[in-house]
């Protein structure tokens, strides 16, 4: 599968974006979809993950501020984030991972695919 993540830009504190992640081939509905950051000088993390079926997982930081969808009919899953914060500047990054399990994965080496960053400048 190939991913294309769009989206990103400059926004002020307290504002919001939406990115995208728009996936290639028939079988996007099996996948597990995850967004992942990376700030400078950091490790990469992982943000949110959703399984095929609609079910979520969050990171600490963003919970209650960051929601991760899905348009299986679209091949695009979704980032929508509100009430950004400097902290949340980073390049953003789509991964799938192919494969049934019983739970969503926050560890990056589990994501066999991954999409282009894009770039999300939060400033204060």
């Known amino acids: 599968v190939q991913l294309q993540a769009s989206g990103g830009g400059l926004v002020q504190a307290g504002g919001s974006l939406r990115l995208s992640c728009a996936a290639s081939?028939?079988?996007?509905?099996?996948?597990?979809m995850g967004w992942f950051r990376q700030a400078p000088g950091k490790e990469r993390e992982f943000v949110a993950g959703?399984?095929?079926?609609?079910?979520?997982y969050y990171t600490d930081s963003v919970k209650g501020r960051f929601t991760i969808s899905r348009d299986n009919a679209k091949n695009t899953v979704y980032l929508q984030m509100n009430s950004l914060k400097p902290e949340d500047t980073a390049l953003y990054y789509c991964?799938?991972?192919?494969?049934?399990?019983?739970?969503?994965?926050?560890?990056?080496?589990?994501?066999?695919?991954w999409g282009q960053g894009t770039l999300v400048t939060v400033s204060s």
């Open positions: 959703i399984s095929g079926g609609g079910s979520t």
């Open positions: 991964a799938a991972r192919s494969g049934t399990y019983y739970y969503i994965s926050r560890r990056s080496n589990d994501y066999g695919y």
């Open positions: 081939g028939r079988t996007f509905s099996s996948y597990y």
